[in-house]
């Protein structure tokens, strides 16, 4: 098995839009049988929230969704991680200048994009913070989260060739099918 395919989700608390992402994103790649191959953590660009549980929101949210939070405790971004990561996906354009002004020699710009340059219905290309918002901008991060997470399992799986391994293993669904 080859190294995983490292991924960090960044926002600016790492208390609702990333730590939704990466559970979010993580459950389609499980879906897929995929597990293996990818590692996938979040941050955030602040310090405010670190070791914090995600916001009640949230984690609500989510549960309504069937996915679990509980475990989630907030981290920040350090620069080391641009070189760790082989993609961040930033929540939107200001959490994008404050990581890419961490890459101080502008060695890993490559790395780094806005996670909604994936959504099919990219808006402004951000997703909103819901934190001073009320319930149904939690809603609304849920879904862009959803179908954006769709189309970059896709993605990857074309850029890494995943499909051919897809074809061989079949999925986990498949999996417990045949079984
Ligand atoms: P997040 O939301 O970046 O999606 O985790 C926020 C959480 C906390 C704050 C801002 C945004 N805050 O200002 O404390």
């Excluded at 319930?135 to 995943?162: K, P, S």
Aim: aromatic content about 8%; glycine content about 6%.
């Amino acid at each position: 098995m080859p190294d995983p395919i490292r991924i960090q989700f960044v926002c600016l608390g790492n208390i609702c839009r990333s730590p939704l992402a990466k559970v979010v994103f993580r459950d389609k790649v499980n879906d897929a049988g995929l597990e293996d191959h990818f590692d996938i953590v979040s941050s955030g660009t602040g310090n405010w929230h670190v070791d914090e549980k995600a916001d009640d929101r949230m984690r609500k949210t989510a549960q309504r969704k069937g996915l679990s939070l509980e475990d989630h405790r907030a981290s920040q971004f350090q620069a080391e991680d641009l070189e760790t990561y082989d993609h961040i996906f930033v929540m939107d354009k200001s959490n994008l200048n404050d990581v890419l002004h961490l890459d101080e020699d502008d060695e890993y710009g490559g790395k780094v994009r806005l996670f909604r340059e994936f959504d099919p219905e990219p808006d402004d290309y951000q997703v909103p913070d819901p934190y001073h918002g009320g319930r149904e901008g939690f809603q609304n991060v849920y879904e862009i989260v959803d179908r954006t997470a769709d189309m970059l399992l896709h993605r990857l799986v074309d850029e890494y060739d995943l499909a051919e391994y897809l074809e061989e293993h079949g999925s986990v669904e498949e999996q417990e099918h045949e079984s």
